[in-house]
T-cell receptor, first 114, second 119 residues
Framework: NAGVTQTPKFQVLKTGQSMTLQCAQD?????MYWYRQDPGMGLRLIYY???????DKGEVPNGYNVSRLNKREFSLRLESAAPSQTSVYFC?????????????FGNGTRLTVT | AQKVTQAQTEISVVEKEDVTLDCVYE???????LFWYKQPPSGELVFLIR??????QNEISGRYSWNFQKSTSSFNFTITASQVVDSAVYFC????????????????FGSGTQLTVLP
């Protein structure tokens, strides 16, 4: 039972390069999320998808785009990476966009932008 | 607006000591959920517990216990007889039916407490 799988685990980009972070879950969850984790700031929501076919901005969406490819997959794209996007990125899912559901997280992607 | 404060940035204890991690939250809602997550050095985030705002009964799970006090807006986490394997970053999170921006049901995380248990 893989849960939430993120790829890649590590990535180094140069300023201006683009890349896509992949996320897939096999728990038949409806809702999926992208967070970034920075020292001293906890986890901040970038984008989320309450259900297949919908996406919405979170707290820090600037510089990112997302695609909910199907129920299982939710990707995060950086079109023109900036050093401020150096962070650890976590994908998460939960059964439904319900405030009592816990999030299940992937293992994270550590991104460095030089 | 919802907010979660974990004032203890870092805590260091010696093995077998008890330790309490503080979590204070702000919300306008009367209905909400609180969560605790653990992030060990390996980096993954592990769900520990969920508590709804109508249930103020303390919960104990092995060496872990949680004290929810609505009157002080706190949801503190105590580890009894700490072990080296408890070393991790611990996050408290709040989930309301609706956020101030109108988006539904998002988790707001505190900044985390780094717990180090020394042998």
């Amino acid at each position: 039972n893989a849960g939430v799988t993120q790829t890649p685990k590590f990535q180094v980009l140069k300023t201006g390069q683009s890349m896509t972070l992949q996320c897939a879950q096999d728990m038949n969850h409806n809702s999926m999320y992208w967070y970034r984790q920075d020292p001293g700031m906890g986890l901040r929501l970038i984008y989320y998808s309450a259900s297949e076919g919908t996406t919405d901005k979170g707290e820090v969406p600037n510089g990112y785009n997302v695609s909910r490819l199907n129920k299982r997959e939710f990707s995060l794209r950086l079109e023109s990476a900036a050093p401020s996007q150096t962070s650890v990125y976590f994908c998460a899912s939960r059964v439904a966009s319900s405030y009592n559901s816990p999030l299940h997280f992937g293992n994270g992607t550590r991104l460095t932008v030089t | 607006a919802q907010k979660v404060t974990q004032a203890q940035t870092e805590i260091s204890v010696v093995e077998k000591e008890d330790v309490t991690l503080d979590c204070v939250y702000e919300t306008r809602d009367t209905t909400y959920y609180l969560f605790w997550y653990k992030q060990p050095p390996s980096g993954e985030l592990v769900f520990l517990i969920r508590r709804n705002s109508f249930d103020e009964q303390n919960e104990i799970s092995g060496r872990y216990s949680w004290n929810f006090q609505k009157s002080t807006s706190s949801f503190n986490f105590t580890i009894t007889a700490s072990q080296v394997v408890d070393s991790a970053v611990y996050f408290c999170a709040l989930s309301e039916p609706y956020s101030s921006s109108g988006s539904a049901r998002q988790l707001t995380f505190g900044s985390g407490t780094q717990l180090t248990v020394l042998p």
